[in-house]
Nanobody, 120 residues
């Protein structure tokens, strides 16, 4: 079993930055594929970024603005978000699985989410 707890969300103006954190417990964090997803009001949950070992990849909508990273000593996953846009407003979730993929169904464990709101 894996427990994931996100933090770091909040309200920010367009063009600003936020850093999300996701602390994991209950499993070997360093061997897991980790992902960030988000769900905007009225929309489906979508992939944002993924990380396993030294590999990372991003959704086209955030490429060049967001950076995913992890600290295995602290069992923590991060999402650095820069140049935020109003369309980035969503609940952001971290997730853990075995395979590095954008496929939501491949992630077995999920956090409760943290709200990010970007004002124009």
């Amino acid at each position: 079993q894996v427990q994931l707890v996100e933090s770091g969300g909040g309200l920010v103006q367009a063009g600003g930055s936020l850093r999300l954190s996701c602390t994991a417990s209950g499993r070997t964090f360093s061997n897991s594929a980790m992902g960030w997803f988000r769900r905007a009001p009225g929309k489906d949950r979508e992939f944002v970024a993924g990380h396993k070992w030294s590999a990372t990849f991003y959704a086209d909508s955030v490429k060049g603005r967001f950076t995913i990273s992890r600290d295995n000593d602290r069992n923590t996953l991060y999402l650095e978000m820069n140049s935020l846009k109003p369309e980035d407003t969503s609940v952001y979730y971290c997730a853990a699985g075995m395979v590095l993929t954008a496929d939501i169904d491949e992630y077995n464990y999920w956090g409760q989410g943290t709200q990010v709101t970007v004002s124009s």
